[in-house]
């Protein structure tokens, strides 16, 4: 072995199977520059004798990193979904190398959720990208085994397909939309109620996707088409406008004079408050890109009307109020809605069970003065008894 220095620089020389092996340390420490010799022999050493490089284990936020950019081809929502749980897990697990979380970090990590009121989907959704990044690193199926052992598994979640929002609380709604301040919240309702459009999809609508008949300022009648939607049935499908819809958006619209085929129904834009009123206003509009989320002024919205819905409870209220009517067939339910799963459809095969009774009730009533027919079914059960 030899080291010597070339102007500021250490470097090294050798044999190694008869080849000379020379090369810059990159530095001026002698010390450095022997260990950097040492490390390049054995490198060889172990190359030729066809001995695998073992990688360096990394630290749980690097694994989670280069776990996060695999996932890259996923859809907008799950990436985000992910990206929001590495970025949860990093807090918990950062600085740990990945090699030492054990069964017992993964319970109590759960724990702790449960403890903070999240919802146990929640709560499984973060343990798989847990188990997705110890996964990509060989390490999990020791936790795995342990959890088996121990007889750990993923917590219970709900499986109903929401429910219908009732026509009192959907008053309060209202009356607590009306005083929200973001002015996008009341057609975003009367539109998701009334048409059953997913979140995803009221954002993605464009001008060119509505047919509007307008009479001396206001919508008169009108339908859209859905452009984008998470199934093949929902895209394309379309869905008239109630007299509602019709009266909410011809104001909505009428906000934005500047607007073109292509421009979004809802754009981003900002909200502030203006006067001495301090009514809301918005300004900052930008129609060539779709609004962001509307979580926050929901929430608000629900909390001020003593009432707790999801927003994609107002797809389910749609579907059902279409199921409570018997003359509407289930063909025109999954025409209008898009996508009803199975589990959706025995969930209002029950409702629609309910509005045929209903409906013959009405026949009841309406045979009320036909009372011979009572009799005379009970006299022929008593002719029969003595027979």
Known sequence: MSVYKRGQTYWYKFLFQGQLIRDSAKTNSKTVAREAE???????????????????????????????????????????????????????????????????????????????????????????????????????????????????????????????????????????????????????????????????????????????????????????????????????RLVPFTSRACAVLSLWLSRFPNAEQCSYVFPRHRVGLGGDARKPFIWDIDLSQPIGEWKKAWRLAFEEAAVRYRWHDCRHSFISRLAENPHVSEETIKSLAGHVSKRMLERYSHIRTQAKRDAIAVLDGRNSDFAWAHDWAQSKASQKTRS
């Open 38 to 236: 040492r490390a390049r022999r054995r490198e060889l050493e172990l190359a030729v004798n066809r001995i695998p490089k073992r990688d360096r284990t990394p630290l749980f936020g690097i694994a989670a990193r280069e776990w996060l950019a695999s996932k890259n081809t996923l859809a907008p929502k799950s990436l985000e979904r992910f990206q929001h749980h590495v970025a949860t897990l990093t807090v918990e697990f950062g600085q740990r190398l990945i090699c030492d979380i054990s069964a017992d970090d993964v319970l109590r990590l759960r724990s702790k959720r449960i403890s903070e009121g999240l919802a146990p989907r929640t709560v499984n959704y973060e343990i798989a990208a847990l188990r997705g990044i110890l996964k990509s690193k060989g390490f999990w199926g020791g936790v795995l085994d342990e959890l088996e052992r121990r007889g750990i598994k993923k917590l219970p979640e709900r499986h109903d397909v929401g429910r219908a929002i009732s026509s009192a609380d959907e008053q309060k709604l209202l009356d607590a939309i009306a005083a929200s301040r973001s002015p996008a919240l009341l057609p975003l309702f009367i539109l998701a109620i009334d048409t059953g459009l997913r979140a995803s999809e009221l954002r993605s609508l464009t001008r060119r996707d509505l047919s509007l008949v307008w009479e001396n300022g206001t919508i008169h009648q009108g339908a859209l088409t859905v452009p984008k939607s998470k199934t093949d049935a929902g895209t394309g």
